[in-house]
């Protein structure tokens, strides 16, 4: 009887455990199908939902063979950097009619042959214009109905952990050239990535695991098509400009053990929201300017706002404080020049100084001033026109307004820079408390 309960028992486990696999190989393949059916938002959701584990599991059961890599020892030999790439992983989406160009009319798709740098043939993909004369994608762009690009002909490119017994430890600069529409998976044995390492490739989607901790400088620079990136746990650090001019980058979520947003790494970009870390501390100089930001949530453990953060963001309507915030203590230098579009802010008790025109040009309305608040330097609030309110605690007894002087080298002309020169609209209450806490410019 005992014996006939454990074979059952053990005929139980084996059917969990193959449904297990089945279910686990049935999502690594549904995740390898959404990368190539191209459709950005899909791909977000659904990598939203896996771990580090999965991925690494991937590169382990689903990676591209060695032989599709040009490698070489790294500096210490106990380990292999991959220096190319030269293998054919093409996944060819599902099609139907429902394509459209930039303007909103339907496209046809039609396959060609071709032969590519490498000597292997591959699938490309052409449009028809009105006339109906072919297209070659990459003259053209694919839109969805709702205007987000699409991307048919994939190369969906998974790092092998191990090359010849030896583990995988870091990637070469370009290796992505002369590829098109890539989705790529590195294994979280690679630790260092190049400087410029996929700049201006054809880069879709990438993950990218915690066992590199700073993404280098200009890494990501210039791949006009990344629309989304997968952050591992134990990545640190984000350089200088390493995802600059990255036009249709949209979402990005931090893993929480990222500290520091380096100088312009996300300027120019089309990045609308950013989901910063529990841990995160610094947002370097110019670090969104110019980016579609749109709304940003500032966690309490941030420590520097630097000088153009988030200047030029003409679509940033929403600047979150964290009301448990303690050492966030100035505003950089031109911080929120020129965000047309932010109208109310309230700034958290911790911050001391407003630096030199960090709000200037705003849209802002209403302002509400921090407990802590002890200076505000030039042109701070300078050409905020719809200014109106400003709400100042009882806990401010006097604020320090810095001179500043401009010189224009054209006119020899020395200005004077008034913190709220034409704020025309402040209320006569708000200016009279100014006046008393110790301003004396103009409005």
Not at 233 to 239: L, P, V
């Amino acid at each position: 009887m005992n014996k006939k309960i454990v074979m059952i028992l053990s005929a139980l486990l084996l059917c969990s455990f193959t449904a297990f696999s089945a279910t686990a190989e049935s999502t690594a393949e549904r995740f390898i199908k959404t990368l190539g059916l191209g459709h950005g938002d899909e791909i977000t959701e659904m990598a939203a939902g896996l771990d580090d584990a999965f991925f690494k599991t991937l590169t382990e059961e689903h990676a591209a063979p060695e032989t599709d890599f040009t490698y070489r020892f790294n500096d210490t030999k106990d380990g292999v950097v991959i220096t190319g790439y030269t293998g054919n992983t093409v996944f060819l989406s599902e099609h139907n009619s429902n394509y459209y160009n930039m303007y909103g009319t339907r496209i046809a798709l039609g396959y060609d042959t071709v032969e590519t740098p490498y000597g292997f043939e591959d699938l490309s993909i052409y449009g028809y214009d009105n006339e109906g004369n072919p297209v070659h994608r990459d003259e053209w762009n694919l839109y969805d109905a709702n205007g987000n690009p699409i991307y048919i002909n994939m190369e969906i490119i998974i790092i092998p952990a191990e090359i010849e017994g030896y583990p995988v430890t870091g990637i070469e600069k370009n290796i992505l050239s002369n590829r098109s529409f890539i989705s790529l998976i590195i294994p979280p044995t690679v630790q260092v990535l190049a400087e410029k390492c996929f700049e201006k490739s054809r880069l879709r989607w990438i993950y990218i695991p915690g066992s590199i901790k700073t993404i280098p400088k200009e890494c990501f620079s210039y791949c006009q098509e990344l629309s989304g990136v997968k952050f591992g746990s134990g990545i640190e650090k984000i350089g200088k400009e390493a995802f600059s001019n990255t036009y249709h980058l949209r979402q990005i979520t931090l893993s929480n053990s990222v500290k520091e947003i380096e100088e312009d790494s996300f300027a120019s970009s089309g990045i609308e929201q950013i989901n910063l870390g529990t841990s995160f501390e610094v947002i370097g100089a110019g670090a969104f300017a110019s980016s579609n930001i749109v709304s940003i949530d500032l966690p309490a453990s941030i420590k520097v706002i630097a000088s153009g953060a988030f200047q030029y963001c003409t679509n940033l309507h929403n600047i979150s404080f964290n009301a448990e915030t303690t050492e966030l203590k100035k505003i950089g230098c031109r911080a929120f020049e020129h965000c047309t579009k932010l109208e109310s802010v309230s700034l958290c008790n911790s911050i001391e100084i407003i630096g030199l025109a960090a709000f200037e040009r705003s849209g802002l309305v209403s302002v509400t001033f921090s407990k802590g608040l002890k200076t505000i330097e030039a042109g701070a609030f300078s050409h905020c026109e719809k200014l109106r309110d400003i709400t100042i605690p009882k806990e401010i007894t006097q604020i320090d307004f810095p001179p500043y002087k401009y010189v224009n080298d054209a006119w020899m002309k020395v200005t004077w820079i008034n913190v709220f020169n034409d704020c025309g609209k402040l209320k006569l209450k708000v200016r009279t408390q100014l006046e008393e806490l110790g301003y004396k410019g103009e409005f």
